[in-house]
Nanobody, 121 residues
């Protein structure tokens, strides 16, 4: 299974970006997909997850009113819509796939390559 991310870039504070993660296969009804990020000098941080078979989502408190996770089952792709971006959102963003409804990075087996998001003030 390969995960390919796209959509990162440079945006001003208050702006929006949408990240995409396309999977080459291996997405099943039991799969859970999500997004994490890692800022320089910090640990990887959970952001959001969604079950592949149901509209069941979970968000980190730091983003739940600004970010939205969604998926397109036909395209094997999931998204992270990020609104009202802040400079502290600057990080490398990773998509991930696992089989557990979990916020722990260690429960995710497959990872994207990461995409840089930079928010200027």
């Amino acid at each position: 299974v390969q995960l390919v991310e796209s959509g990162g870039g440079l945006v001003q504070a208050g702006g929006s970006l949408r990240l995409s993660c396309a999977a080459s296969g291996g997405i099943y009804s039991s799969s859970v997909v999500g997004w994490f990020r890692q800022a320089p000098g910090k640990e990887r941080e959970f952001l959001a997850l969604i079950r592949w078979s149901r509209e069941s989502t979970l968000y980190a408190d730091s983003v739940k009113d600004r970010f939205t996770i969604s998926r397109d089952n036909r395209k094997n792709t999931w998204y992270l819509q990020m609104n009202s971006l802040k400079p502290e959102d600057t990080a490398v963003y990773y998509c991930a796939k696992g089989s557990q409804y979990s916020t722990r990075q260690y429960d995710y087996v497959f990872w994207g390559q990461g995409t840089q998001v930079t928010v200027s003030s």
